[in-house]
């Protein structure tokens, strides 16, 4: 796609071209004014000069009369070229370009001006001339100054277009999820008042989202206290309560609790711009740690060891095997690999998966599954995978295998690896 400066300085180059055109074609059929003014010369000469077939003395005589007062070498030439009559040095017969009408040339002796008679014969004299107005001049200086005017424009095209071109930065930056991006106001003129409306939106946006996330934040710390006095209460009720009601109870709880804490959690990525904590992880361990707490799953892969927040990323593993738990049908494979110089974690099931439509809603926050199986969980885990993947500089999708079932695939910024042995339990 064509640049928008380049938009704008091809529309002034194109403006420019025509303008020369129209002044180029208005000379010419103006018929040329020094054309006009060569035709009224040499018929004012030729009506003080004798004929073309006058003796040469007498046509000295009359050149002289002609050329007095000059202080000009003026030399006479027959349509044949040969001198007729010379006052001075005799001048050179000018080019062919230079013999007809008006015309001026330089040699080496300095400037000619040539004027052509109706009989054919030439009347060349040294004057000093130092331009040349002639319309193939003048085509060369509308020439000129197109070019001049092009050239002075296009720093003035490319500084417009390039606060543009700011702008949009600022708007990417923000929509990316920079809520502190700003842009500089420049000029006072329609650009800069759309900068400044711009920033005036980004500083509502970011004051509105900061305070939904205190809220959120804060609301989160509340339930803790209320989800302590109702744990409390179960364990005093623990001699008296039915045991299903108890065993109800305790699901709800261990269930709010999650969600407070996954709630605190998506609050404190979304804050916080950088890892509370950085370092050398090796994913396999920390993958067959994770595994070793659910029945049938398998794990096979690589050691891949990556910079990052080890908490994190072990609640990333969790949340993908508690899914697969909830929702799909065991064993859950679990495989780390390496690829185009990123570490791949894929974790998949035997059942057949979301459809393709539901990927990407899969990681919308609180988003559930409509013919999901169970009716456990928060609808953040998911998304909180993505946050945390991208935290450390990765993704996280859904795909569908070769098979038809669909795996969870999660890409990291990974460092050395090595082969690991045979799958574990």
């Known amino acids: 796609m064509l640049r928008l400066y380049l ?65 000009a070498d003026v030399t006479l030439f027959s349509e044949d070229g040969t001198i007729i009559a010379v006052i001075g040095r005799p001048l050179p017969m000018p080019s062919a370009r230079h013999s007809h009408l008006l015309s001026f040339a330089h040699w080496p002796g300095g400037a000619l001006t040539s004027a052509r008679l109706a009989d054919g014969r030439l009347l060349v004299a ?7 107005v002639t319309r193939s001049n003048f085509h060369l200086l509308v020439l000129f100054a197109v070019l001049s005017i092009g050239l002075a424009a296009f720093p003035i095209v490319r500084q417009i277009s390039g606060r543009l071109e700011r702008l949009q930065r600022g708007v990417d930056s923000l929509g990316a999820g920079d809520l502190g991006a700003r842009v500089a106001v420049e000029g006072h003129d329609e650009i800069a008042g759309l900068a400044e409306s711009f920033n005036r939106a980004a500083s509502q946006i970011e004051q509105l989202i900061h305070a939904n996330r205190a809220l959120l934040a804060n609301a989160s710390h509340e339930l803790r206290t209320p989800l302590a006095r109702i744990r409390l209460a179960v364990d005093m009720l623990k001699q008296s309560a039915d045991p299903k009601t108890k065993a109800g109870l305790e699901q709800d709880i261990a269930e709010l609790d999650g969600l407070v804490d996954e709630i605190l959690l998506a609050s404190r990525l979304d804050t916080v711009a950088q ?16 595994c070793a707490r659910y029945d049938e799953v398998q794990l096979e892969g690589v050691h891949a060891k990556i910079q990052g927040d080890p908490r994190l990323l072990r609640r990333l593993l969790r949340n993908l ?7 799909g ?22 059942g057949p998966g979301p459809a393709p439509a539901e990927f990407e809603q899969l990681f919308t926050p609180f988003y559930r599954r409509r013919d999901s199986h169970s009716s456990t969980g928060s609808g953040l885990g998911l998304s909180l995978v993505r946050q945390i993947a991208r935290r450390h ?26 082969r690991g042995g045979a799958p574990q339990q």
């Not at 040294?126 to 040349?132: A, E, F, G, L």
């Not at 890892?275 to 994770?290: F, G, I, Q, T, W």
């Open 329 to 350: 049908v065991p064993p859950t494979q679990v495989r780390l690999l390496h690829e185009d110089g990123f570490v791949v974690l894929k974790v998949w099931d035997n």
């Open 7 to 71: 938009r704008f300085y091809l529309a002034l180059l194109v403006s420019l071209a025509l303008l020369g055109l129209a002044a180029s074609v208005l000379v010419r059929f103006a018929g040329g004014p020094m054309e006009q003014v060569g035709v009224t010369v040499g018929r004012l000469v030729q009506n003080v000069l004798p004929p073309a077939q006058a003796p040469a003395s007498e046509q000295q005589e009359a050149l002289q009369r002609v050329a007095a007062g000059l202080k």
């Open 393 to 418: 500089e990765g993704d996280a999708r859904c795909a569908t295998m070769d098979d038809g079932r669909s795996s969870f695939i999660v890409t990291l910024v990974g460092g050395d690896s090595t």
């Open 275 to 290: 890892n509370d904590v950085s370092e050398e992880v090796d994913l396999l361990a920390l993958a067959a740690e994770e």
């Open 321 to 327: 095997l508690e899914n697969a738990k909830r929702h």
């Open 126 to 132: 040294s004057v000093p001339i130092d331009s040349n």
